[in-house]
């Protein structure tokens, strides 16, 4: 499947104003983005991706330190045990199960699916080896070679599952679902953020164990 262009703003003007139904995103963030039920979630997504790409930023800084960064790495722990997590969900049981439901047949969406899928699921093997080497940076230890390179690999392996999300997956989304398609996935992406993520997950129980700061 071809990526799927959608340009923002007039010409010469660049990026153009906020258009809530068409999801454009309104910026990086450092911090997840609060999430609101009146928000297009597809809006919401773009904006939790380009909080991944911060995150994916940090993972590359803590992998090149030098010195010990505890609060960078208690930071990433927490990200990846609590907003991660409730992202893989919102994906998972919310958007590609309606995706499946509306794509066409042109769409050729279900290898695209399939695979983010297998990715979710390696990544989540990912995080639970990462986490105890972030629990014992975040206790002021230096990343050791195999943290480093792990780092560096779950964020490269981060950008380019972010790359074919916002290349294919949420501009097909932007235009397929429906209105009530899209007001259900907001109510269920915010229902799940006001239950929270799994407490019982490697990366949850190793930022559990770490000495309140």
């Known amino acids: 499947m071809k990526p799927v262009v959608i340009s923002g703003g007039k010409?010469?003007?660049?990026p153009g104003p906020l258009d809530r139904d068409m999801g454009t995103a309104r910026g990086a963030r450092a911090?997840?983005?609060?999430?609101?039920?009146?928000?297009?979630p597809i809006e919401a997504l773009y904006e939790e991706h380009l909080s991944q790409r911060q995150l994916c930023a940090d993972m590359d800084l803590l992998a090149a330190t030098d010195a010990p960064r505890p609060e960078l790495a208690r930071s990433l722990l927490a990200s990846l045990c609590r907003d991660v997590p409730l992202?893989?969900?919102?994906?998972?049981?919310s958007l590609f199960p309606r995706l499946r439901a509306c794509a066409r047949p042109e769409d050729d969406l279900e290898v695209t699916l399939t695979r983010l899928s297998r990715e979710h699921e390696v990544?989540?093997?990912v995080f639970g080896l990462l986490a105890p080497m972030l629990a014992c940076l975040a206790e002021g230890a230096l990343p050791t070679a195999e943290a480093?390179?792990?780092?560096?690999?779950?964020?490269?392996?981060?950008r380019r599952h972010l790359i074919v999300e916002n290349a294919i997956l949420l501009p097909l989304a932007r235009l397929r679902?429906?209105?009530?398609?899209?007001?259900?996935?907001?109510?269920?992406?915010?229902a799940r953020r006001a239950r929270g993520a799994d407490p019982d997950t490697a990366c949850a129980r190793a930022l559990a164990r770490l000495k309140p700061t």
């Open 123 to 125: 990544e989540e093997q």
């Open 148 to 158: 480093r390179a792990t780092l560096r690999r779950v964020a490269t392996a981060r």
């Open 87 to 93: 992202h893989v969900a919102d994906e998972e049981q």
């Open 177 to 190: 679902l429906t209105g009530a398609d899209k007001r259900a996935l907001m109510a269920e992406i915010c």
């Open 31 to 40: 911090a997840p983005p609060r999430l609101r039920a009146d928000e297009c």
């Open 11 to 14: 010409k010469g003007q660049g």
